[in-house]
DNA sequence: CACTCCCGCCAATTA
DNA sequence: TAATTGGCGGGAGTG
């Protein structure tokens, strides 16, 4: 009967009939295969495209079961209509079908014919776009297989896709239901809020989006999600999904679909390029990430693409960059989405589960698969850009604001990411792994002292903030691996103007004084990172290590609170519930610094993460110090004093850690007056601004402090290192390893004493890499010892000549292009390939991936 | 040669 | 334990 069936069908539409790969079924014989040759010789295998060899399939197919067998024969009438109008859909592509193929192409079916985009038309074809609601249509997916023939593989690679946009829902083993169109748009809604509250945020300062020409420019409306709005997105059930559903599965293909359709929505051009969303794909779910993984995502991306092309929701196209030509992928679906909730929810209850799926979707997938990382961290819109881009102009070379622009989005799309998978991360922590999250007391190697009041209360509502649980943000604690520390280049360098300083290295943090006159207590707990996945590692760093090093780095009392830790972790807990929310000021962000500094205008949202410290390097001596920052238990308080200049953003860098997966966080310093403060309070959250970057830029950079700033950290009495100490960040572990300098954004003072300050303006230090963009003035401070304590303002982590490993283009000095550069943007991919060294970590490997222009300051 | 992305191995999950 | 799912990446087809 089958037979028959495909015969008919065989005529209908001869070209299309992809070929079928029985092969796998069973042992098909290769029987007659006229066409392809070269395979068949390969394989026995049949070649598909013959109608025995659809029968042959059909029949294997379904043996299996004939439970399906009633509705196969329903299924494949539709499907023969279904191929009709398959053929029109093709027009997304400039393959056109040939369905003028020649009778050859028929029985050599060429690529095209077996692409995944025609195969999903044929399976789009097979079902209505808008079912009768009261019709549930089933799919079965041995049906389907064969009826198009092909292997089940494929089917899953379209079904996965239409899942996330909840065309289909899985309702059992081999079996789904269709949906149709009739929540697509309620999907595509929740997509793109969930997507602005990720990557919207970033949008806001995109304020050129005029330049960008593809980039994403995203909307910097207003939507930006308060905390309250989190809960939607909230994921706290996994179970939306059907009772399979939190395997893994949710993680790659329907989490990344998910979140290619969310860059779509929130950009403003509707376009994104394949290798951003790669980057951006790849920072979500990698820590680290490599060549190969981006050509991974990349192929993936392109499965994804073809089936949305199939739905018609994008097309492709190619965007010029200045480095060329790139694929890029356009928005052609449904735009506004105007409140149709309603009906979404009203739809067959599956649907109603979607559309909190679909929210929490993007969350959830990242939290299903990935305990083993906590991070925490959450962070509002980022309006950093203004500020990142400008360090990157100044560079002497890069007069192209655009770039830096698209940057910008993709770093601000990275942040996006980010922010999520702290979210994720935090949650699930909570949730699940709280372990993750902090180190079980006994382990507690970090010298991270969770500060109790880990959370920052947020102080100004005009700051866009984040409001972190307190625990996540406290709990740095996690064994830092030393030598990840060395492995560094500990490259400190001062960007005039810019008032922060990049520890390039992984696990520097920088905080800048800067902040206005509010004096900012801050209590930093960012450093929290616990062992990611690699507890194991951070396990076995001996805690004792840490604190060594905190302590014999910092002289700040911070000492690695063991006991803390637990109390953190109960922190985490309950604030993971409160989740972090975002709170983001409605306003666009317009603080009056950003003003007064014309590039630094962005005000930044202040992320706030906990890393954990890269397994890797199981001894993240940075990680410590971070804790250490967190962990003085003092609060910091940083008093801005330059009123000044008051603009001028500062930043507190954290040192990506592996859970970030390559992110680094600025935070803002100088806020709107009392925009930040961080208190030791209890608050769970904190508002900062601040602007996260991906670490890859960063890595490149040996980012210091802006010599512009004239007033230093607010001299915190004696708190002044407690503020240094508040800032200490767990100099200890900066300390292992690489010289830190705090100094005043002016200049460095180093305490260190053995170098001798440096003048900023030179490039300087030979040990130091300056960005060519950073030259400005900078001062760089090579630093033995590796605290400086005196100076809150700046801290700055020296590269030490040798201490890792660099490889050649890591110690590259990076272009301050690179600086915002993806990893992507960047270009070659083969810098990626590099990483070998893993070790290196993040620093070294984001260094690696972005390719970082050598100029090197020398 | 670069871009696409098919193909199918094989691990993770499920039944 | 077998079957189902689906991550992943080699490498082929296409331009």
């Not at 037979?3 to 029985?22: C, G, H, Q, V, Y």
């Not at 909307?219 to 997105?233: A, F, G, M, N, Y």
């Not at 604001?401 to 999520?420: F, G, H, T, W």
Request: glycine share 4%; with cysteine.
């Amino acid at each position: 009967e089958n037979i028959f069936d495909r015969s008919r069908m065989a005529p209908k539409t001869p070209i299309k009939n992809e070929p079928i790969d029985l092969s796998k079924q069973k042992g098909c014989t290769p029987e007659r295969n006229p066409i392809t040759p070269v395979k068949i010789i390969d394989r026995p295998q049949p070649d598909p495209w013959t109608p025995t060899a659809n029968l042959k399939m059909l029949v294997s197919a379904a043996s299996p079961d004939m439970r399906d067998r009633e509705k196969k024969k329903e299924l494949f009438r539709p499907i023969e209509n279904s191929e009709q109008s398959d053929t029109p859909d093709s027009l997304q592509y400039d393959i056109v079908d040939d369905t003028t193929v020649d009778e050859f192409e028929k029985q050599r079916p060429s690529r095209k014919q077996k692409s995944l985009g025609l195969l999903c038309q044929k399976f789009l074809a097979r079902y209505p776009n808008y079912p009768l609601s009261t019709e549930k249509t089933t799919i079965s997916l041995d049906e389907v297989a064969s009826v198009l023939g092909v292997e089940r593989r494929r089917i899953y690679d379209i079904v996965n896709v239409l899942e996330s946009l909840h065309l289909v829902s899985r309702v059992a083993k081999n079996q789904y239901c269709w949906h149709g169109r009739h929540n697509l748009s309620q999907t595509l809604k929740m997509l793109q809020e969930a997507g602005e509250l990720q990557y919207g945020e970033l949008m806001t300062f995109q304020h050129k989006e005029q330049d960008l020409e593809y980039k994403f420019g995203e909307r910097k409306k207003e939507t930006i999600p308060h905390s309250q709005d989190r809960p939607l997105l909230d994921f706290s059930e996994p179970d939306c999904s059907s009772a399979s559903a939190n395997s893994r599965k949710d993680k790659s293909l329907r989490i990344m679909s998910q979140k290619f359709v969310m860059l779509f929505l929130v950009s403003k051009t509707k376009i994104v390029t394949l290798d951003i969303a790669a980057k951006i794909l790849i920072e979500e779910t990698q820590d680290t990430v490599d060549y190969s993984k981006f050509k991974t995502k990349v192929r993936r991306l392109y499965d994804i693409a073809n089936v949305l092309t199939s739905l018609g929701l994008i097309k492709k196209v190619h965007v010029t960059e200045e480095r060329g030509r790139k694929p890029a992928f356009k928005w052609i679906g449904p735009v506004e989405f105007s409140g149709k909730t309603d009906e979404l929810r009203g739809h067959s209850p599956t649907s109603d589960s979607l559309p909190e799926r679909g929210s929490c979707a993007q969350y959830q997938i990242c939290a299903a698969g990935k305990q083993r990382f906590t991070r925490h961290a959450s962070f509002n819109g980022a309006q950093p850009c203004e500020g990142t881009r400008r360090k990157v102009s100044s560079e002497p070379s890069s007069p192209h604001q655009e770039r830096q622009d698209e940057y910008c989005s993709k770093m601000i799309n990275l942040a996006a990411v980010c922010r999520q998978k702290i979210e994720e991360d935090t949650r699930n922590s909570s949730i699940t792994s709280p372990f993750s999250l902090l180190p079980v007391p006994g382990d507690s190697d970090f010298c991270v002292n969770p500060l109790p009041q880990a959370v920052f209360p947020m102080v100004q509502a005009e700051v866009p903030s984040l409001s972190l649980p307190i625990g996540i943000s406290s709990q740095a604690p996690h064994p830092s691996t030393p030598a990840a520390s060395k492995t560094e280049n500990g490259k400190a360098t001062l960007v005039p103007n810019q008032p922060f300083l990049c520890f390039p290295s992984s696990s520097l943090f920088m905080l800048c004084g800067g902040l206005q006159e509010n004096n900012l207590s801050e209590t930093l707990p960012t450093a929290g990172d616990k062992g990611n996945r690699s507890d194991e590692a951070t396990a076995v760093v001996p805690p004792a290590v840490c604190q060594k090093r905190c302590s014999h780095k910092c002289t700040s009392p911070s000492s690695p609170a063991d006991d803390e830790e637990p109390a953190a972790k109960k922190q985490t807990i309950e604030q993971s519930d409160l989740p972090l929310s975002l709170v983001v000021p409605k306003k666009p962000f317009e603080s009056p610094k950003a003003e007064s500094t014309p590039g630094n205008a962005c005000p930044s949202a202040v992320h706030l993460e906990t890393y954990h410290l890269d397994l890797a390097s199981a001894a993240a001596p940075e990680a410590a110090s971070k804790e250490s920052l967190d962990c003085q238990e003092e609060e910091k308080h940083i008093s801005k004093e330059n009123a000044n200049q008051p603009f001028q953003p500062q930043y507190l860098y954290v040192q990506p850690t592996t859970g970030l997966s390559s992110f680094n966080f600025l935070f803002s310093a100088n806020q709107t007056p009392g925009a930040i403060s961080l208190s030791s309070n209890q608050l769970p959250s904190l508002s900062v601004p601040c602007v996260m970057m991906p670490s890859a830029a960063l890595a490149s950079f040996p980012l210091i402090c802006s010599p512009s700033f004239t007033s230093p950290v607010s001299p915190v009495p004696d708190g002044s290192f407690s503020a240094a100490a508040s800032m200490n960040f767990s100099m200890s572990s900066l300390a292992s390893t690489t010289p830190v300098f705090i100094s005043t954004t002016a200049m460095v003072t180093p305490k260190v004493s053995p170098a001798p300050s440096v003048d900023l303006q030179q490039p300087a230090h030979p040990a130091l890499h300056l960005s060519p963009v950073l030259t400005r003035s900078c001062s760089a401070v090579k630093l033995d010892s590796p605290m400086c304590v005196g100076h809150p303002v700046t801290l700055l982590k020296l590269q030490q000549p040798s201490s890792t490993p660099l490889t050649p283009k890591s110690i590259r000095p990076a272009h301050h292009e690179a600086f915002f550069k993806t990893p992507g943007s960047l270009g070659d991919p083969v810098a990626w390939k590099k990483n070998e060294g893993n070790q290196t970590r993040n620093a070294s490997s984001v260094q690696r991936r972005l390719e970082i222009s050598g100029t090197s300051p020398d």
